[in-house]
């Protein structure tokens, strides 16, 4: 697990170019830089004693900066490649709001809804919310890390990562769809997760994927990189996969 620290930081305007992160004590005056290996967490959320949401949330995760940082480690683990990739963005920021949806990624600040919270709340016993928090927070720190060519890659490439990581974390709800399902790769979300599973399984997808996310760092998407890295054709993989479970 990373090290984490509190801290004041500047970032450059592009995520290819150089993060500076430092500790700024305002009573000393002491500006310290943050070690080039460490990430920075922020957690923010109204008061437990005015919002039964929130209170429910910290049921369910008592540290949200530990399980963040130890999350943080794992997508690591499973998006490292060959090539030096380096950590998209040094600070993370979890938010608890009041708005609209489920959850969202910004840059690097999460944001998950506290009336969706308050619905798992009344909806789902603890155990099934937690899976279900725990899940929604790695998904959307899989966008937090991982590279997007600069906004060239497919929305079902970025989101069949993200839910291809939660299942390799063991976070998927029961609520998914099956493998074999769906009508196309370009689905995304768990369809496309589980495509990428079923070819993790023949040793294909974690190179690709490991590979894409460092190609993605300074190139533009390419669907060309499926055969490259597989030797077949993407529709070609999806219609072998398809077979297997007809």
Request: proline content about 7%; some cysteine; hydrophobic content about 35%.
């Amino acid at each position: 697990m990373p090290p984490v620290h509190p801290i004041h930081e500047t970032e450059s305007p592009s995520f290819l170019g150089v993060q500076q992160a430092y500790v700024f004590d305002p009573i000393k005056q002491t500006l310290q830089p943050v070690p080039d290996n460490s990430i920075t967490i922020s957690i923010r959320y109204p008061s437990p004693d005015e919002d039964e949401a929130v209170k429910f949330f910290l049921a369910c995760i008592p540290d949200p900066a530990s399980f963040i940082a130890e999350q943080h480690g794992k997508i690591t683990s499973l998006l490292r490649s060959k090539q030096a990739v380096p950590t998209r963005y040094r600070n993370i920021t979890l938010s608890l709001k009041h708005t609209e949806g489920l959850a969202d990624t910004q840059g690097d600040t999460i944001t998950l809804s506290l009336p969706w919270i308050a619905s798992c709340a009344s909806q789902s016993d603890i155990a099934a919310a937690t899976l279900e928090f725990k899940g929604v927070i790695s998904h959307e720190l899989v966008h937090v890390m991982q590279y997007d060519g600069q906004g060239s890659t497919p929305w079902w490439w970025i989101e069949g990562l993200a839910d291809y990581v939660r299942w390799k974390l063991a976070l998927a709800p029961p609520h998914w769809s099956k493998r074999g399902e769906g009508d196309s790769y370009e689905d995304g979300y768990s369809t496309t997760a589980h495509f990428l599973d079923w070819l993790s399984e023949r040793k294909l997808s974690e190179h690709l994927v490991r590979e894409t996310n460092a190609r993605l760092m300074a190139e533009c998407w390419q669907d060309e990189w499926f055969e490259e890295m597989t030797g077949l054709p993407v529709k070609t993989l999806w219609n072998i996969y398809k077979a297997q479970y007809q």
